[in-house]
């Protein structure tokens, strides 16, 4: 394209101007043909306005355009005045006032019973305060209230929770009338609070075993709903045959019902594999289970150890010792 060079003087000023382009080329852009109107605002006047461009129009400016004396300004409070709290909920009313607590809870908490039975032994009149009957459901328990069950006072205690590796030769109950060994003797000033344990293990068998005073705890762990997992170690007097585990694992019967184990396992050493030992999982919460399922096979045990319970273990915990629980195992049996 052949393009001609234009020179305009300006007689006046006597500035010369130069541009490129074609000789009959647009004005740049900003430059009108009206003196003081700009090519935008000439488009801006031409374009229709409709509702929704005039809503846009409308409004404020974007944070980037306001000039500081434009930006809305954050509402303050005077140093040292509090909010008010009139429309918040108090946090204590006549019905349920501070220090209070649901007479189930305070029987739960006192190690009676879980709070579903506790309405049970309140409906029926079971339950006093203060020397008098109470049947209420929901009946709020004051501080300085002397609540009674069977006679005896009753005291809401701190929940506790402590795991026991328990030995040989301790029978599991909390008082024995022929005044035999205890696990009881085991945790002889583990607490101030009066704890019971959670479920059995024969005087024979060791391992773990769950102390606490939270009566709802300790009746979800052992209600067969629950199907708390164990994992026990099982020492017999011969080898365990492949055909022994199968059955297990699919199901023998009892003279309560059927029942079958979730995994069993040889016992394996760095070395060499013990068919006499072997490791078996169940949720069952039936009385000496593990034995009475060996026994019906022709196996006799010799040797049975809880090494799992819910989850927990007895890693760094001796036998014949004991430790408190840490607040997230406490979490994670109340989520079972």
Known sequence: MIQKKVVKENSSKGVKEQSHG????????????????????????????????????????????????????????????????????????????????????????????????ADELIAAGSVKVNGKVVTEMGYQVMPGDEVQ???????????????????????????????????MMLMDGCCAERIYPVGRLDRATTGLLLFTNDGELAKRLTHPSTQVYKIYQVELNKPVTKEDMKRLLDGIELEDGPMHVDDIQYAATSST????????????????????????????????????????????????????????????????
Not at 302 to 312: E, M
């Open 22 to 117: 074609r000789a009959d080329s647009k004005p740049r852009r900003g430059e009108g043909s009206q003196a003081g109107v700009k090519r935008s605002d000439a488009v801006a006047s031409a374009r229709p306005t409709t509702p929704a461009r005039k809503r846009y129009e409308d409004k404020e400016p974007r944070r980037g355009d306001r000039k500081p004396y434009d930006r809305p300004t954050r509402s303050t409070r005077p140093a040292g005045k509090k909010p008010q709290t009139s429309n918040l909920r108090p946090q204590t009313s006549a019905k349920h006032p501070e220090g209070a607590m649901r007479l189930n809870k305070y029987i739960a908490h006192a190690g009676i019973c879980s709070r579903r039975e």
């Open 273 to 336: 594999v013990d068919k006499r030992i072997v490791g078996v999982e169940l949720h069952s919460g039936r009385n000496r289970i593990v034995r009475r399922l060996f026994e019906a096979l022709g196996y006799e045990v010799h040797k049975l150890d809880r090494t799992v319970f819910a989850g927990l273990t007895k890693k760094d915990l001796p036998r014949g010792r004991w430790r408190e629980l840490t607040d997230k195992e406490v979490g994670y049996l109340k989520m079972i």
């Open 149 to 183: 069950y069977g006679g005896e006072k009753l005291r809401s205690e701190r929940l506790r929770y402590f795991l026991l590796n328990k030995p040989k030769g301790f029978i599991t109950t909390t008082d024995d009338p022929q005044e035999r060994r205890t696990v």
